[in-house]
Structures are given as structure tokens and as C-alpha cells.
T-cell receptor, first 115, second 114 residues
Framework: NAGVMQNPRHLVRRRGQEARLRCSPM?????VYWYRQLPEEGLKFMVY????????ESGMPKERFSAEFPKEGPSILRIQQVVRGDSAAYFC?????????????FGEGSRLTVL | AQSVTQLDSHVSVSEGTPVLLRCNYS??????LFWYVQHPNKGLQLLLKYTSAATLVKGINGFEAEFKKSETSFHLTKPSAHMSDAAEYFC????????????FGTGTRLQVFP
């Protein structure tokens, strides 16, 4: 049973380009979470999605960032017009139910570097 | 609002000696508390969790943590460190039953010397 799969593992973009990060949850999981980890910091919640629905996006920056979890396919975190401050590790986590606290399974992260 | 404070950014121990990673929490409600471990360039793995059952929680790899409400603490311990324990450890708090916002501490980097 494969775990949470994220790709790409490493992504380099120049300022102004777009970054797309993909996350395939564990089999049978319909809840996906995105977290961002800035250098030397803990993880910060960004967004919580279920299939075709954004449940909580209170941690998402108001501009340039968007997330989706379509009926088919992986969840996508999209960052438009990237800036140097977007350089971070982006972690996806999934769970089978949204209500049982802490049962999140994390992927290995996508590390974005903005030149 | 919920928050966690990890009191040490770095801890160094010798192999075979005890490990203590400190965490204090702040929560308006009965908290759920967790410890996650992150090895270099890897994802996070759940070590253990407290969700209002037994106050002494046993986790994987010989780790355990004790929930002390009077001290608002949830320190992580292990009797004898192993080289493979070297990693970053995060103390995490969540509202009971509200898993969408795990709130992470800033992490403690554990070094283990031979």
C-alpha cells in the first residue's frame, strides 16, 4: 500500500514563473491537507480539501496560491508568479476521516527553490 | 488559540543516554497532542499521540510522553538514545476532533553522538 506520493520532490523556478505541486493521497483517503515549512521553522497549515471541495483555506495566502482536489487525479497546489519568499518545503498529508485528530499521513514533501 | 512551545531548538546526547525533548502547550480546550519525527529530506512520521485517555503515552521506537495538565507540558522521553534517533522532532497540538489544523512547534533537532 503506497503512502502519500508527492511530486516533484524538487522544483526550481525563476521569479514570475508558476509552480505546480502534486499530491496523491494514500489509497482510500479522501481528505488532503497542505502544509508549508519555511527554513528552520515548523510546518504551517495552508489548506484542507476533500474531493472537489475546499473545506478550510484559512492558511493560504490571499493571492497567487490556489489548491484543488478533483474527482479524479491528484491534489494540486498551484503558485503563480513565484517570488523568492515562496521557497520552502511543501508537505501534503492525507487521512481517511477528517474527524479523528492526528491520523495524518505525510508525504516526503516537495522542495521549491525560487531563483 | 492553541499553540505549542518547544523549549530547545537543539539537543545533543550520547548514544545510550536518556533523551528529553521539552514541549509546553497552550489550549483553550482539552487538547490533542502529538509528537512527529522528521528525518532529513523525509516526510513526517507520527511517534505518538495523546487524546484524553491515559496520560502516559507510549509510541514507536521506545519513545513515550507524559501529559501533565498542571504543568501544561507534554515532554518526549526515551531511556536510551540510538544513533538512528537523530532527527527533527515536532510537538503538535490540535483541537479535539478538529484535525484540519495541526499546529506545529518550531522543532527540536536531536543529535546523537557515538
Amino acid at each position: 500500500n503506497a503512502g502519500v506520493m508527492q511530486n516533484p520532490r524538487h522544483l526550481v523556478r525563476r521569479r514570475g514563473q508558476e509552480a505546480r505541486l502534486r499530491c496523491s493521497p494514500m489509497k482510500g483517503h479522501s481528505h488532503v491537507y497542505w502544509y508549508r515549512q519555511l527554513p528552520e521553522e515548523g510546518l504551517k497549515f495552508m489548506v484542507y480539501l476533500q474531493k472537489e471541495n475546499i473545506i478550510d483555506e484559512s492558511g493560504m495566502p490571499k493571492e497567487r496560491f490556489s489548491a484543488e482536489f478533483p474527482k479524479e487525479g491528484p491534489s494540486i497546489l498551484r503558485i503563480q508568479q513565484v517570488v523568492r519568499g515562496d521557497s520552502a518545503a511543501y508537505f501534503c498529508a492525507s487521512s481517511s476521516t477528517g474527524g479523528e485528530a492526528g491520523e495524518l499521513f505525510f508525504g516526503e514533501g516537495s522542495r521549491l527553490t525560487v531563483l | 488559540a492553541q499553540s505549542v512551545t518547544q523549549l530547545d531548538s537543539h539537543v545533543s546526547v550520547s548514544e545510550g543516554t536518556p533523551v528529553l525533548l521539552r514541549c509546553n502547550y497552550s489550549s483553550s480546550y482539552s487538547p490533542s497532542l502529538f509528537w512527529y519525527v522528521q528525518h532529513p529530506n523525509k516526510g513526517l512520521q507520527l511517534l505518538l499521540k495523546y487524546t484524553s485517555a491515559a496520560t502516559l503515552v507510549k509510541g514507536i521506537n521506545g519513545f513515550e510522553a507524559e501529559f501533565k495538565k498542571s504543568e501544561t507540558s507534554f515532554h518526549l522521553t526515551k531511556p536510551s538514545a540510538h544513533m538512528s534517533d537523530a532527527a527533527e522532532y515536532f510537538c503538535v497540538v490540535s483541537d479535539l476532533g478538529n484535525t484540519d489544523k495541526l499546529i506545529f512547534g518550531t522543532g527540536t533537532r536531536l543529535q546523537v553522538f557515538p
